[in-house]
């Protein structure tokens, strides 16, 4: 690749890689307050979630975004306005922060997942209005377009509809009907992780193709149907997010058969590449294919779960419960997090060679074995609540006691990941600063 443009999109990276150190500590303060809830007076669960939650979000974003700003400008294709980038960086930084800050003050006012004050809304929708019409400025003139310029540009379009839609409540129209306000929420929430996993998979596809050498990729067949997949999967795949508010049983169903079959397309593409790769590819970019591998792993986890989750019977008892924190935080880390610490390494190490300290292959392996241990304790505490809630009727108290070793199981093994990533990052944002040191 050759390098050239600016480094908005490196700083875009460098600001994912500190919101994840920084909402994985709030992660673990959360997940001791399930075990002692007046734990830290100062950062009560109501406070700790919203911040874990909106850092990792921003961690997913802030590094699909900075791929996009950084990858494009290197294969040929300037960026339309580096100082739109600029702009949209600082606007990122500014709302960021001004998020943080309202929930750290315990002001709040917004809905789940979007907590903090409506008015921080607008500086959102503006910075993303701004990245959709750079980004549809910068690749307009390219013809024929492979797989991953689609995803971005689905990515970034739906992202922007599914947000306008997740802040309809604040019409009267909407928040007079309970339902419909209830229905609209979930529903964007759905097509809201379709649009960043859009932006994720076009990274995944982008980086492969890259590191193997292989431009046929990105413009076969099984690409493109992972892309169509995808993409009905965004538009029906909120349907499962919806099983217990009264909507078109044929809706679930599409949305069902439809979100299984993105996931092992997905796989099914990453299994060829690897298979496909040359020993000396394999070598010289080991840091990447590692993290690959292991989305690789963790989409099978998470189909077998989903594949149970999604079925309408299980879902009626599974949904709420720690199952679907065990669903939204297996795929989060195990897929998304794994494919986005493989492009940060291949962005930072592009011709490879370099395989990093030791420390970062511990801090791998200690990810993976805390997130398989994590992720089975949240699915038993979720099973063994919902069995004692409708079978054995006990109240919420009697539930906690009954649970408490898997809510231990889930913190320690929360510390585990925590450690794990730490090494990464430590390892990762270093090299990030000394190629932002070098490029200045
Ligand atoms: C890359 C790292 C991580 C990502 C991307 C991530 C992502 C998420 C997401 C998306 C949710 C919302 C789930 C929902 O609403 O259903 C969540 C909730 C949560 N996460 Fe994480 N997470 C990460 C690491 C951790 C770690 C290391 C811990 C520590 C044990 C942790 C503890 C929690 C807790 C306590 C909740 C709230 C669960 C609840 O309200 O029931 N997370 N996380």
């Not at 040359?278 to 292991?294: P, S, T």
Request: with cysteine.
């Amino acid at each position: 690749m050759e390098s050239s443009g600016t480094n908005t999109g490196l700083r875009f990276v460098l600001l994912g890689q500190l919101s994840l150190w920084a909402g994985l500590a709030f992660g673990v303060i959360g997940a001791f307050q399930f075990l002692w809830p007046g734990l830290f007076e100062w950062m009560p669960f109501f406070k700790s979630r919203p911040l874990h939650v909106s850092l990792v979000v921003a961690w997913i974003f802030s590094t699909a975004i900075g791929g996009i700003y950084h990858y494009l400008p290197r294969i040929g294709v300037p960026l339309y306005s580096e100082r739109m980038a600029t702009w949209h960086l600082g606007i990122f930084i500014a709302t960021g922060l001004a998020i943080v800050g309202s929930y750290l003050a315990g002001r709040f006012g917004g809905r789940e997942y979007w907590e903090f004050p409506p008015v921080l809304a607008i500086p959102i929708i503006v910075s993303w209005v701004m990245f959709g019409v750079n980004y549809a400025a910068t690749v307009f003139k390219v013809k024929d377009w492979p797989v991953h310029y689609w995803m971005w540009a689905t990515g970034i379009l739906f992202f922007f509809i599914t947000y306008l839609e997740a802040n309809a409540w604040m019409v009267p129209y909407v928040r007079g009907n309970l339902v419909r306000e209830i229905t609209l929420q979930w529903k964007s929430y759905g097509a809201l992780v379709g649009s960043w996993n859009m932006m994720v998979y076009g990274t995944s596809i982008f980086v492969m193709s890259q590191l193997s050498g292989n431009e046929d990729l990105p413009r076969s067949y099984t690409a493109f149907l992972l892309y169509f997949l995808g993409f009905t999967n965004l538009l029906f795949g909120w349907a499962h997010h919806t099983y217990v508010l009264p909507a078109a049983p044929w809706v679930r169903g599409v949305a069902y058969a439809v979100s299984m079959t993105e996931l092992l397309v997905l796989a099914h593409i990453i299994r060829n590449w690897r298979s496909s790769l040359g020993v000396m590819r394999r070598m010289v970019h080991h840091r990447a294919l590692m993290f690959i591998a292991a989305a690789e792993a963790w989409i099978f986890i998470n189909l077998t779960l989903a594949l149970l989750l999604s079925v309408p019977a299980v879902n009626v008892y599974t949904h709420g419960t720690h199952i679907t924190v065990a669903h939204a935080m297996g795929s989060t880390i195990g897929i998304n997090t794994m494919i986005l610490l493989a492009s940060v390494y291949f962005m930072l190490c592009p011709k490879g060679g370099e395989l990093g300290k030791r420390w970062t292959s511990i801090g791998f392996w200690l990810t993976n074995i805390s997130l398989l241990t994590f992720f089975v304790c949240l699915v038993a505490a979720g099973i063994v609540k919902g069995r004692l809630t409708i079978a054995e009727q006990l109240s919420h108290q009697e539930i906690m006691v009954r649970i408490t070793p898997f809510l231990i199981g889930f913190a320690v093994s929360g510390v585990g990941i925590l450690t794990g990533l730490s090494l990464i990052l430590w390892d990762s944002v270093g090299r990030t600063f000394t190629r932002l040191r070098s490029e200045q």
